[in-house]
Every structure is written in structure tokens, then in C-alpha cells.
């Protein structure tokens, strides 16, 4: 197996935050941050805004219809306009995040460990 697929696998076994957390931090390191995905606790630290985040919410629902206030996920486009996801892999590039964690641009804070690859690449031999 190759280790950009085995790093592909292993994105695709993590838990939901982590791989969120992981998304968040290619995003940030390549400028994309308008697609980052964050939860309804961390939307006051994106808008940079004070104040409650679920009134904040209440009133991004009311001008975006296709804002729903039950999802898990909020992502902002270019344009400001936000998206609401429950399953944020639809939002995910699994491939260029594996590709970016294979050569070691982004940290992967403990979530995959690329020695087991190593580990795993010397016990098949």
C-alpha cells in the first residue's frame, strides 16, 4: 500500500471532530479559509464578533434559507454567504488533505502518526 493511501485510509477512520480539526488547519495553511468548517461554538470566534452565537445564527437564518440552525457544521463562502452541513466530509477533500499530511505541510496534532505507516511498511517486508 502506498503511503498517500494508507494517510487517505486513515483520514477516513478518524472521528468526526478530528478530522474537522484537521480540514481547519489545511485551510488555514493554504488560505481557504472561507470553506473551513467550524461548530455553533466556535461561529463568534469566525465572525469575530461578540455576543451569542445562536442569535448570531437566528439572524444569518433568516436572510439564508438554506442556513439550517439543527447542523453541526457552518462553513462561509467567498461571497459571505453561509452553508450549513451535518456531514461535513461532503465538504472534505480527502485527497488533497492526505496529499498535504504526506508531505508534511500540515500538523497533524497526534490524529494520524506517519511512523506507524513506517512501522507497518517494516513488518510487511
Known amino acids: 500500500m502506498k ?8 483520514l477516513e477512520n478518524l472521528r468526526e471532530n478530528d478530522l474537522v480539526s484537521l480540514w481547519n488547519e489545511y485551510c488555514y495553511k493554504n488560505s481557504y479559509e472561507p ?22 445564527i437566528n439572524r444569518i437564518k433568516r436572510d ?12 462561509v463562502d ?8 451535518n456531514d461535513p466530509s461532503s ?7 492526505a496529499e498535504a499530511i504526506d508531505n508534511e505541510n500540515i500538523d497533524t ?10 512501522d507497518l511498511e517494516e513488518t510487511e517486508d
Do not use: H, M, P
Not at 3 to 10: A, G, H, L, P, V
Not at 111 to 117: E, M, N, S, T, V
Open 91 to 97: 465538504e472534505i477533500d480527502l485527497d488533497a488533505l
Open 35 to 56: 470553506i473551513c468548517l467550524v461548530n455553533e461554538l466556535d461561529l463568534n470566534c469566525v465572525l469575530d464578533l461578540s455576543g451569542d452565537a445562536l442569535e448570531i
Open 109 to 118: 496534532f497526534g490524529c494520524i502518526d506517519l511512523d506507524d505507516f513506517e
Open 3 to 10: 503511503r498517500i493511501e494508507w494517510i487517505k485510509q486513515e
Open 78 to 85: 467567498g461571497y459571505g454567504n453561509f452553508n450549513s452541513y
Open 64 to 75: 439564508f434559507s438554506e442556513f439550517d440552525t439543527n447542523d453541526k457544521y457552518y462553513t
